[in-house]
């Protein structure tokens, strides 16, 4: 039998830093990330194993202690992030408010600790979606909120499935899978595919009449050429568009029956969820854009938690829907 000896994020990452002549402290931070990462998918699996996901999404975590599993991998974030000292500031979908950190931090973080969580109940896979930003401003200007564009790496967990994208600005988009060893090994780079025969819609259709007029005309040209997916999480819908190519869209919603109903801005968060994604499809040679056909990476948020409609995959199909929705 041959040894399987399989490179490691780790190094990976360590040969991209030394060849940029850069620090180790993107080092120190990524290991806590993926510590995290890891945290949550022991929780997940053990309230799996409990039985709970299904009655009520919370884990028995000591004696009687129960928490949701949303909070459980909010509160195994910030631990793993304050322990690796690298964090100045850090924002999560959980709270409110910015979580200020250590203030020689040099990093700033931008995370969703459970994206997907109505597949929770169904032990259905979940996402651990987060931004970096390195500090380079002095004083309090440094705690603005930054742009898609001004992040270094963003990345996704997809749990308990063991598969970690990762995408580092100008150097690509790669995944890696946990190992036996509980390490993310394997690095494999990707591109979307250019060739349509694979690419594949994926939306909410139960929301369709909702959409934009110019969107729904868009969809009923498109959807008989494509396949249809639709998992209802966003960091698996990513997953798969990343593999076969095509769009993933959440587009507004602005006919609903109910008009207070409508959600011109959409229902995905800017930072820590379209940001996120636009970051790793444009390292995957792809595009993402917004309700008004602004590229995502391009968004200056006003506010911290601010939604945004998302229409991210292949650039031919973006391009093509960047004027749709501008009609
Ligand atoms: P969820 O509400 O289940 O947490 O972050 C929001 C999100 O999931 C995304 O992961 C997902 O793509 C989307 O919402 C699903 O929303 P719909 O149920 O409206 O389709």
């Known amino acids: 039998m041959m040894l399987k000896l399989e490179e490691t994020f780790m190094h990976f990452l360590l040969e991209h830093q030394e060849r940029n002549n850069r620090t180790l402290k993107f080092l120190i931070l990524m290991e806590s990330i993926m510590n995290a990462a890891k945290s949550i998918q022991h929780y997940y699996n053990l309230a799996a194993i409990q039985d709970n996901l299904g009655q009520t999404g919370a884990v028995n975590v000591q004696g009687e202690t129960v928490m949701e599993l949303d909070r459980i991998a909010h509160e195994l974030v910030m631990h793993a992030l304050k322990e690796s000292k690298q964090v100045m500031e850090a924002t999560s979908e959980e709270e409110d408010e910015a979580i200020r950190l250590n203030g020689d931090g040099r990093y700033i973080v ?180 917004d309700q008004n056909g602004a590229p995502i990476l391009d968004i200056v948020p006003h506010k911290r938690h601010q939604r945004s409609a998302l229409y991210v995959g292949s650039t031919s199909l973006i391009e093509e829907l960047s004027s749709i929705v501008r009609q």
Not at 121 to 126: A, D, E, Q, T, V
Not at 157 to 174: N, R, V
Not at 245 to 271: C, I, T, W
Not at 272 to 289: D, L, T, W
């Open 110 to 289: 931008y995370f969703d600790p459970l994206d997907g969580s109505s597949n929770v109940k169904h032990s259905l896979p979940i996402g651990f979606l987060f931004g970096i930003v390195k500090r380079n401003l002095a004083g309090d200007e440094d705690y603005r909120l930054r742009k898609g564009d001004e992040f270094i790496a963003s990345g996704m967990f997809m749990i308990p499935s063991g598969i970690f994208t990762f995408a580092l600005k100008d150097a690509g988009a790669w995944r890696f899978l946990l190992s036996e060893s509980g390490q993310y090994v394997r690095p494999t780079q990707l591109t979307l595919p250019t060739n349509p025969k694979t690419w594949e819609l994926s939306y909410n259709s139960g929301n369709s009449t909702t959409f934009p007029t110019s969107v729904q005309s868009w969809l009923e040209k498109n959807t008989p050429k494509y396949a249809f997916r639709y998992a209802g999480a966003l960091a698996v819908d990513f997953h798969r568009l990343l593999n076969n190519g095509g769009v993933f869209m959440y587009p507004p919603v602005v006919n609903h029956q109910d008009a207070s109903k409508n959600r011109p801005e959409g229902k995905l968060r800017l930072l820590y969820e379209c940001a996120v994604v636009a970051f790793i499809a444009k390292e995957a040679g792809g595009a993402a854009i």
